[in-house]
């Protein structure tokens, strides 16, 4: 059955010779896959990770954790730009961000095991730069809090 339009997340637009992303690339097999898409005036991605994502035994690896932020948070950015110009996700040029600056905090362990809830709110939109902030629920609890400046390709990196 064919997908909605309604039914494809943020990553699903990116043209296929940027899809490879490790932390939300749809072309990447081996990657996280991450899809994000807007909940109201939020955005929201769900993802639990492996057995192997481990940092101390029954928490979940930072490193992890930081890469659920930067791309929903990068994601995000993309939505947002999309949305300031009035037009979807499908138009032309793409929109094409890259992560210029990424923190995070983490404030409590995220359980290993249980359903992450990654969420974003765009707190900038200036130009060719985006700033999203984000956040991880595990367990109902919220335990890191990071922010993202997405920033889109200068043109002279474009390949295509
Ligand atoms: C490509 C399609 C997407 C698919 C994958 C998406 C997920 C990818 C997640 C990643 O892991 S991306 C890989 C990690 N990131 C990089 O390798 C980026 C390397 N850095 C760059 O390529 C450039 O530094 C960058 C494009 C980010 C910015 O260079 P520019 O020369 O375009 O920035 P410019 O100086 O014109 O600044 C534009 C705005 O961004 C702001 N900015 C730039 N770098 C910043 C920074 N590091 N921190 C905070 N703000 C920054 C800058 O202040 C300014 O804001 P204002 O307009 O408000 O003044």
């Known amino acids: 059955m064919q997908r909605r339009m309604s039914d494809l997340a943020f990553q699903d637009y990116y043209p296929d010779d940027v899809s490879h992303c490790?932390?939300?690339?749809?072309?990447?097999?081996?990657?996280?896959?991450?899809?994000?898409?807007?909940?109201?005036?939020?955005?929201?991605?769900?993802?639990?990770?492996?057995?192997?994502?481990?940092?101390?035994?029954?928490?979940?690896?930072?490193?992890?954790?930081?890469?659920?932020?930067?791309?929903?948070?990068?994601?995000?950015?993309?939505?947002?730009?999309?949305?300031?110009?009035?037009?979807?996700?499908?138009?032309?040029?793409?929109?094409?961000?890259?992560t210029a600056a990424l923190n995070v905090n983490y404030l409590r362990p995220t359980p290993l095991g249980d359903p992450l809830e990654v969420r974003g709110r765009v707190k900038e939109v200036k130009g060719r730069k985006v700033v999203v902030e984000a956040w991880i629920i595990a367990g109902g609890e919220v335990c890191v809090r990071g922010e993202v400046v997405a920033v889109q390709l200068p043109e002279a990196m474009r390949q295509s």
């Open 22 to 98: 490790y932390g939300c690339g749809r072309l990447n097999e081996h990657g996280i896959q991450l899809k994000s898409r807007w909940d109201g005036e939020e955005s929201v991605a769900y993802y639990t990770p492996k057995p192997y994502h481990t940092a101390v035994p029954g928490y979940v690896y930072g490193g992890m954790l930081a890469s659920l932020i930067d791309c929903h948070g990068t994601g995000t950015a993309a939505a947002a730009g999309y949305r300031a110009e009035g037009r979807t996700m499908d138009s032309q040029p793409p929109l094409r961000y890259v």
